[in-house]
């Protein structure tokens, strides 16, 4: 969605403004893989935590379709 990362970075700012503890978590897909050090950047940046996770899981109600 166009604009999707400028509205989330303005979030980001608000609640560290506000001086809460943010952690930021990314899934690890070969669709963003490419945009890891990057992320990983950012948070550094930022001062936040950073978390990723490679496991993808099935949908809640057991479809096995993400994990395709």
């Given at each position: 969605m166009a604009g999707s990362f400028e509205q989330c970075r303005q979030g980001l700012d608000?609640?560290?403004?506000?001086?809460?503890?943010?952690?930021?978590?990314?899934?690890?897909?070969?669709?963003?893989?490419?945009?890891f050090d990057a992320m990983r950047d950012m948070a550094q940046r930022l001062g936040c935590d950073f978390h990723y996770d490679a496991v993808i899981p099935p949908f809640l109600n057991g479809d096995p379709k993400p994990l395709a």
């Open positions: 608000i609640l560290l403004q506000r001086g809460l503890l943010v952690r930021l978590k990314t899934m690890l897909l070969r669709t963003n893989i490419h945009e």
